[in-house]
């Protein structure tokens, strides 16, 4: 991460804040602040190049946006890790804790507006958003992208002592959630789970099910999932999200569902296979 491009509309930095938390930070280079900002959770890989690059474009948009390694305590293998080759869970208590240490850091950052902070999670990391807002109502918005659907995410054990459905009736900020038809790691019917929760605990959300799409399918780094044209238009439906709460689209009286999906009418869940 030491020779990581400039980005133009960003100014990017390593940052340290917390409990030894290692972070990756982009603030607009243009505007006028306080802008609002973004904690982004990374892919089960680590704080790789793709993380970054999202961070960056969030400042592009003009979003204050860091991305903490949630394994910056963590002792393993690294290499390893980046590669793939192995996955380390971790628990809500550490997902709270670097997800909260991060929020703190964004709350006290002279450029952003307090009022309008946003968790976002990504694969691994897509239910830390919920996570932390079942904790920490300061977070205004929630995004979930191919996350926080799996079905490991509803069991008890060592790292989740309390149950996914109370935490969900905890969170205060609507949840924007994106998905691919093709993901093979979360199936629609995991996806309903999810919805079904939110509807059941009374919280707003907005789901978008594209077609066709694998899982991974952001990931500019990885030709064989990434998918440029749906990925700007992902981009487009978070971008006007994020618009839309800071302009009081959805106010805490009132509890608004949306979900969207394009799927074939023979959907096969284990016929899904991981691309390269």
């Known amino acids: 991460m030491n020779d990581t491009p400039a980005y133009p509309g960003a100014k990017t930095s390593m940052v340290s804040f917390g409990n030894r938390v290692q972070a990756f930070l982009a603030v607009p280079d243009r505007g006028n602040a306080p802008f609002g900002a973004v904690i982004l959770g990374h892919e089960r890989y680590g704080l790789l190049q793709h993380t970054l690059d999202l961070c960056a474009k ?7 946006a860091v991305a903490p390694d949630l394994f910056s305590r963590w002792d393993g293998n690294k290499a390893a890790l980046n590669r793939g080759d192995i996955i380390v869970p971790l628990s809500d208590d550490d ?29 691994q990391s897509g239910d830390y958003p919920l996570v932390l807002n079942s904790v920490r109502p300061e977070i205004a918005a929630n995004i979930v992208v191919y996350g926080g659907a799996q079905k490991d995410m509803w069991e008890l054990n060592e790292r989740r002592t309390e149950t996914y459905e109370s935490m969900i009736e905890r969170i205060s900020a609507p949840v924007l ?3 691919g038809e093709d993901d093979f790691v979360i199936s629609i019917p995991d996806v309903q789970r999810l919805r ?9 959300y907005e789901f978008t099910l594209f077609p066709h799409m694998p899982h991974g399918w952001f990931n500019s780094t990885m030709p064989g999932r990434y998918r440029m044209k749906q990925t700007d238009e992902a981009w487009r439906l978070i971008i006007d999200f994020l618009h839309r709460v800071r302009q009081g689209a959805f106010p ?4 608004h569902w949306r979900w969207v999906s394009d799927t074939a ?12």
């Open 58 to 64: 969030f400042a592009a948009y003009g979003f204050v």
């Open 252 to 255: 805490p009286d009132r509890v």
């Open 95 to 123: 997902i709270r804790s670097y997800m909260s240490d991060s929020l703190d850091f964004l709350l006290a950052h002279p450029q952003v507006d307090p009022r309008w902070i946003t968790a976002m999670g990504v694969c």
């Open 196 to 204: 079904d929760a939110l509807e059941r605990a009374r919280k707003t």
């Open 265 to 276: 009418l023979d959907y096969d869940f284990t016929k899904k296979v991981r691309l390269a």
């Open 177 to 179: 959630g994106i998905w």
